[in-house]
């Protein structure tokens, strides 16, 4: 067990893991963008392609274990309970292995198989360079799960930093050097850059066995911990509902990129394209909507940090029966996403076009061709975090069934709204950030429902949590717009200094706005490490 000198509580473990997502964007957005600029649309194409097969394996082994993990890790420790939880990280341990062996052997020996089922034949080389990256990310979960349920939020933030450096340094170096040195085809280069993703999980992995080896303790405890069989059971009645709500969004994301290609590919047949570039060509439309798909992901990656730390801190608090406390800790969370989603949502949507030209100067085509997309998906952030947040609330609530069926019913109307749009020659892969959207906007609100339900009379107040941060986020985007355009147009300032001002400005904008409209409380600034002090100097007394 980890020695754990001063339990973190809930708003100080997400500050660590924000601190450590604003680091691991910072390091991935200097992987990910010059990347875009080094394959351009069909090289990113594989590589999306090839991820998406990654994570829909990786979704079934870790997505719901390490939660799982977590809350019985959490449980045991309030309880005073070491030897159940020590006893339950071994078993864990074995569970994980054989996981991540399975998914690895999986996608290592049937790459050729499933880069022909993706509608991409040369996802192969990418798809096999990954498969490894399954094993080892299924024993990171399996230390991060085990450390964030005794609170310590660290070795998480600390692994996740070292992930993405070595993602960097070798997969953007290496593909790079096989594309500009060896001049090698564009699937070698994407195989190149995602060998990144598996060297990075291999080193995290050392790292937090070594973290964990440094850290033992032998705590005196005299609690008689369960059988073996006993603890597994627990484990996959909590992480199997979490696994499988988890994996329908891994496989709604996968049926959907079938779905998208092979509909580019019967449209781009039928206008009398030749066959041998037909994959080719839907590949490379697939590439230009995952150059908005990698911007999208920026601010959702804010959220998880929230959620691992709202479900054992929320679940402690019913094991405690102290209700109050639950609700305060489920409120601030929403403020939090609010504070968070909406801006960053709205930002990139009336921006999409400036910023990704800023971004993307190699590929100023490919970039253009994105911009449509990214206005799109720009909105689809703001559902996708709040299907996140709600997702972990019910979860800590123990209705881990719910997420389920939302999920289910979202990736319906995903997959629908995809088959329909881009079959159609006019709209064609301007369908796939509709579908995007429509999915994740029916997930977030059944979900939203469902939380006020579960809740009863502890229910947050969604028109009080959020009325706030809308109406600051409205003022927000029209001043990044129009700054924009004035400054570009009449002014004649060039765009990319344009959009450097007009979001900076957009920032001041919403951060005097939400200083003015007291957008976050002094309870919430309370959780804080210094939230005291903080307050103070906000001038926030309620």
């Known amino acids: ?56 394996l990786l979704q079934l082994s870790t997505a719901g274990f390490p939660l799982a993990l977590s809350k019985l890790t959490s449980e045991a ?105 060896l001049s090698v085809s564009v699937e070698i280069g994407a195989a190149a850059a995602i060998f990144g993703v598996t060297i990075g999980a291999a080193a995290a992995v050392l790292f937090l066995v070594a973290w964990l080896a440094r850290h033992r303790t032998r705590t005196v405890s005299h609690d008689v911990p369960e059988g073996r069989r006993a603890i597994l059971k627990k484990l996959l009645m909590t992480g199997v509902p ?39 060509a839907a590949t490379e439309l697939y590439g230009q909507y995952t150059f908005g798909l990698t911007l999208f992901n920026l601010p959702v990656t804010f959220v998880p940090p929230i959620t691992v730390s709202l479900i054992p801190a929320v679940t402690a ?17 929403f403020r939090l996403v609010a504070l968070l989603a909406l801006p960053a949502g709205v930002g990139l949507s009336v921006l999409a076009g400036p910023i ?21 998906l720009g909105i689809a952030v703001i559902f996708t975090c709040l299907m996140m947040l709600t997702n ?39 369908g796939a950030p509709i579908s995007t959207l429509s999915g994740y906007v029916v997930i977030a609100a059944l979900n939203m429902i469902a939380v006020a339900w579960v809740l009863g009379k502890h229910r947050p107040r969604y028109g009080k949590l959020f009325f706030k941060p809308a109406l600051a986020t409205a003022l927000m985007g029209l001043s990044a717009y129009y700054s924009f355009n004035l400054l570009a147009g009449p002014l004649g300032l060039s765009p990319k200094l344009s959009v450097l001002a007009a979001i900076l400005l957009a920032v001041v ?3 005097v706005l939400a200083l003015a409209l007291r957008m976050i409380t002094r309870q919430d600034l309370l959780l804080l490490p210094k939230g005291e002090k903080i307050a103070k100097w906000l001038h926030i007394d309620r």
């Open 77 to 181: 420790g309030t309880l005073g309970r070491y030897n159940q939880v020590r006893r339950q990280f071994r078993v864990a341990a074995m569970l994980f292995f054989g996981l991540g062996a399975a998914g690895a052997a999986v996608m290592f020996f049937c790459a050729a198989p499933l880069a022909s089922l993706l509608n991409d034949s040369l996802a192969y080389y990418p798809i096999r360079v990954l498969a490894p990256a399954v094993f080892f990310v299924c024993l990171i979960g399996c230390c991060r799960g085990y450390t964030q349920g005794l609170g310590n939020m660290v070795p998480t933030a600390a692994s996740q930093i070292l992930e993405a450096l070595c993602k960097l340094v070798i997969g953007l170096g290496l593909s790079w050097y096989v594309l500009r040195k």
């Open 317 to 333: 608090a019913l094991t405690q029966h102290n209700h109050e406390r639950a609700n305060h800790l489920i409120s601030a969370s």
């Open 509 to 511: 904008v919403y951060g």
């Open 242 to 280: 979490i696994t499988l709500g988890a994996s329908v969004m891994s496989i709604i994301t996968v049926t959907n990129q079938i779905v998208v290609t092979g509909r580019l590919q019967e449209v781009l047949a039928a206008g009398g394209m030749a066959l041998s570039q037909v994959e080719k």
């Open 392 to 430: 972990g609330i019910l979860q800590a609530c123990g209705r881990v069934d719910i997420p389920i069926f939302t999920a289910v019913a979202g990736g319906i109307v995903n997959v629908a709204v995809a088959w329909t749009l881009c079959g159609q020659p006019e709209i064609g892969v301007k």
């Open 1 to 56: 067990m980890a020695k754990i000198a001063q339990k973190q509580n809930f708003l100080g473990g997400v500050a660590v893991l924000a601190a450590a997502v604003v680091a691991v964007k910072l390091i991935s957005a200097l992987y990910k963008i010059p990347l875009g600029n080094i394959l351009d649309d069909e090289g990113m194409g594989h590589f999306n392609i090839a991820y998406n097969v990654y994570n829909f």
């Open 356 to 376: 990704l030209q800023l971004l993307y100067p190699s590929v100023p085509e490919t970039a253009a061709a994105a911009a449509y997309h990214l206005q799109v």
